[in-house]
């Protein structure tokens, strides 16, 4: 698993759990598949292996990965990443075609979401 | 001559050195050697097989030279190595971006199920030896303790590659490997076949032609990642999309 961060840029541990998001929607991290090793992207990336679990933590919250003791992180979200992703593909679609900003949706999807 | 071909010479002259003194020694020891001397225990303890002295000098000697001639056999031994080299482009990092690349590879699944079923056949041979013997067999339970170790250590390993090198660890952490960003001279991903190249699969060493040495850590056929130390030694793992791993290091190397 290729994982990039900018350190300068954010949390690192946001970053993180968007790159393995991102990953999940793309289809190169699918279903099942056992994340790697806090330690191990921890040693990939020249980070503390708190962050890391920090990211994985993150990724649970959000439903897309369940953590056991002994198994790591096992990938539970793939369908809904991909069933909500063509919904917004749909909005971001109707976005452009109204000439709404990325901006725009980006503060209606929080809005949305939060209420 | 190399220096790794030297080593092998003078390993192959030690070994036929403690071969000579063993077969005199022994043959000292148990002389006149026409004499009957007990060959075999049973499980008890207790004699159950006898042959000439000379049995023993014998054996001391066809074991010595069988081990020399293995030793001399490895002077002349050249493993050619991966055949099939891919060098990949560095990726592109903007600036301020880390990559890192982590990746875990597991031996086949045909591997454990013979290295398990020898497990569960010297388990059972050695509960029926130590309940035979009431006990006295007990050293036997360490041939399935020492399978159980081994499939830990080297049945998979953890491989990771970012910024601050190549480190590979085993499937509980154990053993690791670790080639440093500074330390590295070049990487390259390679297509391994353990028997042509290592000579099995495992932990293995294998001496290349150029007389470099090659540690490999094998569990399959197939892609692998090569690091060449700055000294020229080089580190071999086998694990899928070597080519990504490689293209990341090489990004972090300084020319």
Redesign the interface.
Known sequence: ?????????GAVYDQIADAITVRIALGETVQGE?L??A???A????INVHTVLHAYQRLRDDGLVELRRGRGAVVIGAAAVGEVQRAIDAAIHAAKASGLGEAALVALVRKGHRS | MTRARKVAFSMAALLLLLTIIGVVLSAVLLSPLDREVVVHWNLAGEPDRWGPAWTYPVLIAVLGLVLTAIAIGFAFLRMRGPVEVVDPEP?R??P?????????VMASAAFYWAVGSAIVVTAAVAAVAIWATSGRAWPTVFLPVLLIVLLALTGGW???????GL?V?GLF?LPVFRVRTADIAGVVAVGIQPMRDFGGWGIRGALGRDGHWRTGLIVRAGDAIQVTRRGGKRLVVTVDDAA?AAA?LKAYLTP
């Open positions: 698993m290729l994982i990039s961060i900018d350190p300068n840029a056992r790697p090793a330690r191990d992207l040693d990939a990336l020249g | 990726i990092l903007a301020g971006e880390v990559a890192g690349w982590s990746r875990t953890r491989v990771s590659a970012g910024p601050r480190t660890r952490g990504t990341v």
